[in-house]
């Protein structure tokens, strides 16, 4: 296992998921009186999970396709874009 990877990966997804949608759904789970905290936690943990698994074997994949810098690129497009709609939703 490569430390300086895995803790450039976490150092990373973990500031990028602070104050995500993800997170703040969860927060508002957790707000609900009804909510059991521990089902919470395991439910958001294993979303988490299962989210990242397809993402790595996702990105496997396609990198032996595609140059991943192209994928960078397509990614950074991709969260501008959200974030415009984000702002238009928010305006309109």
């Known amino acids: 296992m490569d430390l300086k990877t895995m803790s450039v990966v976490f150092g990373t997804v973990f500031l990028a998921e602070l104050g995500d949608k993800t997170q703040l ?3 508002i789970f957790a707000t609900k009186q ?3 905290l521990i ?3 395991v439910g958001a943990s294993l979303a988490l999970v299962l989210a ?3 993402a ?3 990105g496997s994949l ?3 396709f595609i140059d991943p810098r192209y994928l960078s690129f397509a ?3 991709g969260f501008i874009v959200i974030g415009f709609w ?3 939703q928010a305006m309109v």
Do not use: D, E
């Open 25 to 27: 759904a969860t927060l």
């Open 34 to 36: 009804s909510a059991n």
């Open 39 to 41: 089902s919470v936690f």
């Open 52 to 54: 990242t698994t397809l």
């Open 56 to 58: 790595v074997v996702g």
């Open 62 to 64: 396609i990198s032996q």
């Open 75 to 77: 990614a950074g497009a």
């Open 86 to 88: 984000t702002i238009w």
